[in-house]
């Protein structure tokens, strides 16, 4: 399933593919994640660290998840459209991040 995405890649961007693969991945992964937390009865979401894997496990579920929602003719160009686009922050996985930080700053404010 990536070999044909990595290869219009190569094609569009004249560059190395896994080098591509590999700024979209880090671009994507969080450094923190919300997690329901319950206190004395009522749930709270708590922000809290996550380790390297489940890092790179989101930021792979998120690209994956944007370029499904993309419209085009198949996988292979929706996924290296996603993989192309993802370093600027262009694509659909970027939305992810951002909302989770603001959840953080919004849960932070709040304690």
């Known amino acids: 399933m990536l070999v044909n995405p990595l290869k219009k890649i190569q094609q569009k961007t004249e560059t190395n593919p896994l080098s591509v ?3 979209a991945i880090c671009g994507v992964t969080p ?7 319950r206190v ?3 749930t709270h979401q708590v ?6 894997t489940q890092g790179k496990a989101f930021a792979i579920r998120w690209l994956l998840g944007a ?13 290296s459209s996603e ?3 993802a370093p600027p922050c262009q694509g659909g996985s970027c ?11 919004f849960l932070k404010y709040i304690n």
């Not at 450094?31 to 937390?37: E, L, N, T």
């Not at 922000?47 to 390297?52: A, K, L």
């Not at 993309?70 to 160009?77: A, I, L, S, V």
């Open 47 to 52: 922000p809290i660290e996550i380790g390297f």
């Open 83 to 85: 993989l192309v686009d």
């Open 31 to 37: 450094d923190i994640a919300v997690k329901a937390r």
């Open 95 to 105: 939305g992810f991040e951002p909302r989770q930080s603001r959840l953080i700053k």
């Open 67 to 79: 370029s499904r929602k993309r419209p085009g003719r198949n996988m292979t160009f929706k996924l």
């Open 21 to 23: 693969l590999r700024q």
């Open 40 to 42: 004395g009865g009522s």
